[in-house]
């Protein structure tokens, strides 16, 4: 994807130009999924484009051919387990690199395990590489090139381990990586659990690659307030328990940059995030345009978040998703970004906007909306004004007059506060107490 297309897009969303260059140029690449995700942003672009209706079509003939519905995986994740730990291995196009990657898991110190190889629509010659190892520790799937999403999400329809680990076909686990991690999270009965991984830069040099520096990033702890303010773990370092996929959901297919983070950032609100400070894994990063994602697409609907740490840029990157959610009609989904965005601080009138909007979908995704907010402030406790705002607004419109006179006299003052805000946004709500 040439960079001026990409620069394009990211500062002004509304090139639909853009957007249908980028459309055809994934068109000629065979890649469907990434061709839907900028056919989508186009219709969210100009909704009043003439093609709308066209590009729908077209966006639900692909979503259909590139995408496993969520129930078929809901009901994969509850077989029972097989094996202890499934490894979900995505290949594109990467030959060179596929042998190694694939060794460094046979030579695991645990041996409990399973290797799902997912190639995503790339050259068939992966499958030879796989038999010539002659293991029946591996399983083989050729698929339409759906994105790197699509490939994971495939490899868990046919994950039997009680555990998940990932790695992709260009890096590689050290022999004590399962053991280390499986280990932990059997002994503290955990969820998810995080290692350490070296991160190799590496530069071409005449038919070789050499190593220019070896870092370890992703060393600090993290909670609820740093984990937004960038991916926290790569995702080979990661191992974490199959079935809890059914609460957190898997990976989204429209997100093509940092799909782990996302993922990541959804385990994090419902379990805690383990951290085991031991070095098992190395991955690349290749001064070239080999990826699994293709140099990097751009991401339609999260792509401020991705490119800014700025609160404001990544509140405008939830609006952007909470748009393309209603644009697409999952309404529980752009409820959950909406409230994300009015956390980080998008205009009160905009808020405003979108809760209509959201309330003509789904009513009760709107009221969800508000109540999830109102929730997640009173467990956090008094204290900030955005959250006092939805308080007063959750509380108005709380049923049972016991209930909403208990909150009234816990938490009068930042009701208050919050009513004062609701009505300055529009909402018009008033309380009432003794």
């Known amino acids: 994807m040439s960079l001026e297309l990409r620069e394009r897009v990211l ?10 260059a980028l459309i ?64 979900i291995m995505p290949t594109y196009n990467r030959l060179t690199w596929l042998e190694r990657a694939l060794r460094s898991v046979l030579d695991q110190t645990f041996t409990d395990f399973e290797i799902i190889v997912v190639n995503d629509g790339g050259d068939p ?32 329809l046919r994950a039997r381990g ?23 999270l059997e002994r503290t009965g955990s969820v998810f659990a995080r290692s350490r991984a070296v991160r190799l830069t590496k530069a071409p040099d005449g038919g070789r690659w050499r190593v220019e520096r070896a870092q370890l990033p992703f060393r600090n702890e993290v909670d609820r307030r740093t984990r937004s303010l960038g991916n926290f773990t790569p995702v080979l370092a990661v191992v974490h328990r199959r079935d809890a996929l059914i609460q957190t959901g898997v990976f989204d ?15 994090s609100d419902r379990f805690d995030l383990e951290h085991v400070p031991v070095i098992t894994a190395e991955y690349d990063l290749r001064l070239d345009p080999s990826s699994m994602q293709g140099g990097r697409p751009v991401d339609h609907d999260f792509h401020a978040l991705l490119i800014r740490n700025d609160r404001a840029w990544r509140a405008r990157g939830w609006k952007r998703r909470a748009e393309h959610r209603l644009a697409m009609g999952d309404a529980s989904s752009a409820g959950e970004a909406l409230s994300t965005a009015w956390d980080l601080g998008i205009e009160a009138t ?12 789904s009513r009760r995704a709107a009221w969800q909306c508000a109540a999830r907010a109102g929730r997640d402030y ?34 009068a003052a930042p009701v208050r506060k919050g009513v004062s805000r609701a009505r300055e946004s529009g909402f018009g709500v008033s309380v009432h107490s003794s």
């Open 378 to 411: 009173l467990n956090a406790g008094p204290g900030g004004f955005s959250g006092a705002a939805r308080l007063g607004s959750f509380v108005e419109r709380t049923r049972g007059r016991a209930k909403r006179e208990w909150l009234l006299r816990r938490y």
């Open 350 to 361: 905009q808020y405003r906007e979108l809760l209509q909007r959201l309330a003509r979908v």
């Open 162 to 184: 009680k555990y998940i680990a990932y790695l992709d076909d260009d890096d590689q686990f050290y022999p004590h990586h399962l053991e280390t991690l499986v280990g932990h």
């Open 11 to 20: 500062e002004d969303a509304s090139d639909t130009e853009a957007w249908d």
């Open 125 to 156: 010659e992966a499958e030879a590489i796989v038999r010539s190892l002659q293991s029946d520790q591996i399983r083989y799937v050729y698929a339409e090139n759906g994105g790197l999403s699509v490939a994971r999400n495939r490899g868990f």
């Open 253 to 267: 297919p429209e997100i093509f940059s940092v799909q782990d983070w996302d993922l990541w950032l959804r385990f």
């Open 24 to 87: 055809d140029e994934f068109d000629a690449r065979d890649q469907p999924g990434r061709a839907l995700a900028c056919a989508q942003s186009l219709c969210l672009a100009n909704p009043a484009d003439a093609r709308r209706a066209e590009i729908g079509e077209r966006s639900a003939r692909t979503r259909q051919r590139v995408f496993e519905t969520e129930s078929e995986i809901r009901t994969a994740l509850a077989e029972p387990d097989q094996k202890s730990v499934s490894v």
